[in-house]
């Protein structure tokens, strides 16, 4: 994919985050303190104004997602202002000069991402943060490098909702949600699900 086609498939992806507020508020008004859908609303809607912007002309696939990810930093606040603007940011300084995203940039992007993203945040796997999604996405994608990108995100974006569903038997240690301590079993992580929606809805742009 050129930087014309991901910045299109973004702009969908972002339009399906703004559309999930209300789904993401529900799981954080179990798991967390309510915000978590408005903070993604918020930053996705500033990518939508920022990808519609003729001025915003970025140089490559690496900038492109680091410009993301600071818009995303600067516009939700909350922890996942800050965690998912790492994912971005990370995530595209490590493909800086990359014109073309296939299989194996993506997942050097989710890779480097998610270890951003542990050093921002210190959640592991099994800490029920959206890290148990990032994590199966990255470790999936790894072994998908031999597909194309056509072939590879679908399975990526499946075992990112296989990580998210996962995380309904764990008890948070992180952020808001461990104070409710095994309140939230049963439910899943809402950042988790966010980062599950993000992929799939990549995934729903490049296979329409
Ligand atoms: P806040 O917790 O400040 O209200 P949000 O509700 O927007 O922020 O986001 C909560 C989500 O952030 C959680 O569901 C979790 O997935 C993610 N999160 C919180 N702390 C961490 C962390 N240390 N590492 C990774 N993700 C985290
Ligand atoms: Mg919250
Ligand atoms: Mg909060």
Do not use: C
Request: avoid cysteine; aromatic fraction near 8%; proline fraction near 2%.
């Amino acid at each position: 994919m050129n930087l014309l086609q991901i910045r299109k498939m973004m702009l969908f992806t972002a339009q399906r985050m703004v559309e999930s507020e209300p789904e993401l508020t529900a799981l954080d008004q179990i798991v967390g303190d309510g915000d978590h859908g408005i903070g993604m609303k918020r930053g996705f809607a500033s990518i939508i104004e920022l990808l519609q912007d003729e001025k915003f002309q970025p140089t490559d696939i690496g900038d492109f997602f680091i410009k993301i990810g600071t818009k995303l930093m600067t516009s939700m606040g909350g922890a996942s202002g800050a965690i998912f603007g790492t994912l971005f940011r990370t995530g595209g300084k490590s493909i800086v000069g990359t014109m073309e995203l296939n299989s194996e940039v993506f997942a050097k992007f989710l890779n480097d991402g998610w270890q951003g993203v542990y050093q921002r945040g210190n959640a592991e796997p099994g800490d029920k943060t959206m890290v148990d999604a990032l994590s199966a996405a990255s470790k999936s994608a790894n072994e998908l490098t031999h597909l194309t990108l056509n072939e590879a995100l679908p399975i990526i974006a499946k075992s990112a909702m296989e990580g998210a569903e996962k995380t309904k038997q764990m008890i948070a240690v992180f952020g808001r949600a461990k104070n409710l301590g095994d309140r939230t079993i049963g439910h899943m992580d809402p950042g988790a699900v966010s980062m599950a929606f993000i992929l799939k809805y990549m995934n729903d742009y490049i296979h329409m």
